[in-house]
């Protein structure tokens, strides 16, 4: 499958191969797609690979989406205050969480921690063949093993963005209220949240992190099909698929930011 | 040995004019013979010499250049092929998925394609590794065998597919004696009992006298000489008679000096 046109295009130049890659990546990605109405067949693996998301990643999450909700009311905060706007703090931290912060830290973060153990997996099924054995089988590595971890990365990754967003602004509630130099009220901080954070600014949020998560779910195993040689391969197709859904994610989100601003979507 | 009478079930593999480079490199050169129904065919040839990217093509894991594989008349890449005939493959390393157990391994074929019932899958795993002498290692992972244990999986697991074709890969590397020739029995008493038709790549001269109907000796991608187990001890090509024949030079000489 991938390997074949992996080796056919083996001396094709160097700033061609990444056409090349995005190629078969959007031929994986509609492979995964047509291979959909099975999923239900498959649902023990995306369970499995759900769990292996909300366990890895939930407290990782938390944390690190408390500290940044934090730091955005103590940085936004004190410069708020001297032009006598710290009420507008619970609005500009929770939309900021909503459709960027939440969706893009959650998914680099999720690149690193859950692309590149998908990509090393099937990546060391390559090298040791057993993804050959399940072709001997006749059993389609897309359904057996694609289909289950992107199905899973898209329902996860959203999933734990609502948690993201959540504790950001908690992390932001907290910082206000006790950070003597903002000193704003809990009821102050989430009255102006409510008051600015639209049910569509949430969605927006959710729609990116779906996004995203297509790309780290077809890119990372894209990644791990195409490996060759040894433990070596298996190293570099780890650092490929983190270093390009990152590089993706960044690229994807300032266009999905640029189409919902221009279409005035959902609002 | 001679091929089993019964052999409805098994099936004919010609390859044809068989081509593949790697870059530059030339690693199949034109390669054609035919493998009867039911027979063992064993490809024998020093390290390098291009067998398991032949038997690779056989079954349909790489595609060739040029030339054709085909399975009774039929193209193997057909997608036809794939769904008519039941073929297995026995790889070098075992190649079992390391995140399964033994069972699951072994059942791997039967869960995925809904061919039985649960309790149905458990009867012949446990009947399968029965017959390669693991009985009761469903539960054990992987990682917890020994190199020959992990081929003996391998066969069970082709074995659960009932396969009309079976192919090994170097069955007996990396085996100590004793289990090589239980795996040589094993792949000699399966066509007895399957009537399937089975190729054999290796460089295990025991192995190939051992089981095989037919031998093929192929060095440099090129197929030297195609003949039964006695025609190829009696071929007077030097290449063929240095590699059955090979052996560590005595150093007593050395030693006396």
């Not at chain 2, 010499?49 to 085909?70: A, M, N, Q, R």
Request: glycine share 10%; proline share 3%.
């Amino acid at each position: 499958m991938l390997r074949g046109v992996r080796q056919r295009g083996g001396g094709v130049g160097s700033s061609l191969v990444m056409f090349q890659n995005i190629g078969e990546m959007l031929i994986l990605f509609v492979q995964a797609l047509k291979s959909l109405p099975l999923a239900w067949r498959h649902r023990r693996k995306v369970f499995d690979q759900l769990f292996e998301i909300g366990n890895a990643s939930l407290l990782m999450a938390c944390i690190l989406s408390l500290f940044i909700g934090g730091v955005l009311a103590l940085q936004a905060g004190s410069v708020l205050v001297e032009r006598g706007l710290s009420s507008v703090i619970g609005g500009m931290v929770g939309v900021s969480m909503c459709k960027e912060l939440g969706p893009v830290m959650m998914s680099i973060l999720i690149a690193g921690r859950l692309g590149s153990a998908m990509a090393a997996e099937i990546g060391s099924m390559r090298v040791y063949q057993e993804i050959d054995a399940l072709t001997t089988m006749n059993i389609n590595p897309v359904h057996y093993l694609v289909l289950p971890r992107v199905l899973a990365m898209a329902i996860g990754l959203p999933l734990l963005v609502i948690f993201s967003i959540m504790t950001g602004w908690f992390g932001g509630a907290a910082v206000a209220t006790f950070n003597a130099k903002i000193n704003l009220s809990m009821d102050g901080y989430f009255n102006n949240l409510r008051e600015i954070v639209e049910v569509g600014d949430v969605v927006h949020g959710l729609i990116k992190s779906f996004v995203f998560a297509l790309i780290i779910g077809v890119v990372s195993c894209h990644q791990g099909l195409v490996t060759i040689g040894g433990p070596r391969g298996i190293g570099r197709s780890v650092t490929k698929a983190v270093v390009n859904s990152i590089i993706l994610i960044l690229i994807m989100d300032y266009i999905l930011t640029r189409v919902m601003m221009f279409s005035d979507f959902l609002s | 040995m001679s091929a089993t009478a019964n052999n409805a079930e098994s099936v004919r593999v010609e390859v044809r004019n068989l081509r593949k480079s790697f870059g530059k490199q030339s690693v199949i050169k034109g390669v054609s013979f035919e493998v009867k129904r039911g027979e063992i065919f064993v490809i024998m040839g020093p390290s390098g010499s291009g067998k398991t990217v032949l038997l690779k093509h056989i079954i349909g894991l790489e595609k060739p250049d040029e030339g054709e594989i085909l399975i009774e008349g039929e193209p193997i890449h057909s997608a036809r092929v794939r769904d008519r005939y039941r073929m297995a493959m026995v790889f070098q390393s075992g190649a079992l998925l390391n995140s399964l157990s033994v069972g699951e391994n072994v059942g791997l074929y039967l869960i995925e394609h809904r061919l039985k019932s649960p309790e149905e899958i458990k009867k012949i795993v446990a009947e399968k590794l029965d017959l390669v002498g693991l009985q009761g290692l469903e539960e054990r992972m992987p990682s917890a065998l020994s190199g020959g244990m992990k081929k003996r999986v391998a066969i069970a697991r082709a074995l659960v597919v009932e396969p009309q074709l079976i192919l090994y890969d170097e069955p007996t590397s990396e085996l100590d004696p004793l289990i090589a020739v239980t795996i040589a029995e094993e792949i000699a008493s399966l066509r007895d009992r399957t009537h399937a038709t089975s190729i054999v790549v290796s460089h295990d001269r025991d192995l190939a006298f051992g089981v095989a109907d037919r031998i093929a000796i192929i060095h440099k991608g090129e197929i030297l000489f195609i003949g039964t187990p006695e025609e190829v001890k009696q071929h007077n090509d030097p290449m063929i008679q240095k590699f059955i024949h090979a052996a560590m030079q005595s150093n007593k000489k050395s030693r006396a000096l």
